[in-house]
């Protein structure tokens, strides 16, 4: 089972390096997904492919350092060409939550810059309606508690995220509180309503980011572009 379940990411992470063209500025996700990815593009750059990347974490920077990426940052370019990135759950309208490797403040501000951006996700990350996988809130550490509040008050039922029994920190210095909705009715407001809370810094909804995603069921891959 589990060997399938990495064989599908790995099938749609490579389908949408075929996306990637010499001279792009490409966006490089985070997590087991997006590896494979950036994994396929290090290849590519070695046998000649010429493109420059911005990765989505320090986890992905070194990955993408040691496969040979250059890398450049927004002092660099203020666009993308197409970034490829993972999802913990995506529903029919492409609208997404991320964060579940705690990465999810550089995905949407690399994805808020991209032409493109490329979801590849197996089939268990599609769902019906938003909200079974927790929503991660990043909070600057002064007051998470009052943020926390906040969160229960919205029955967001939340949970500060703990490392080793501490709470963990992102590549930011920031925490995150993992929030179980269940069930995401209106995911825009709500993702409105979380980032107007002070303190909050980003949230992992993902709300018109995707313009494609990618979906390996088994050996079968299906594509699907934004309307
Ligand atoms: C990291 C993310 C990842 O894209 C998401 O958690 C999916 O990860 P994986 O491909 O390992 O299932 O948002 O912050």
New binding site residues.
Partial sequence: MKKNVISE?QLSAEAACDYVKDGMIVGL??????EFAVRKIGKLVRDGLSIRGIPT?NRTKELAEAEGIPLIDFSESMFIDLTI????EIDGNLNMI???????LQ?KIVASVSRAEIIVVNRTKLVDQLGVFPLPVEVIPFGWQVVFNQLESLHGNPDLRLNKGKPLVTDQGNYIIDCHFRKIENPKLLEHQLNMIPGVVEN?LFINLCTKMIIADGEQLTVKDRN
């Fill in positions: 990411k996700g985070t997590g087991t997904t997006a974490s990135d993972g999802a913990d991320k964060g579940g490797g705690a990465a999810l995905e992992g």
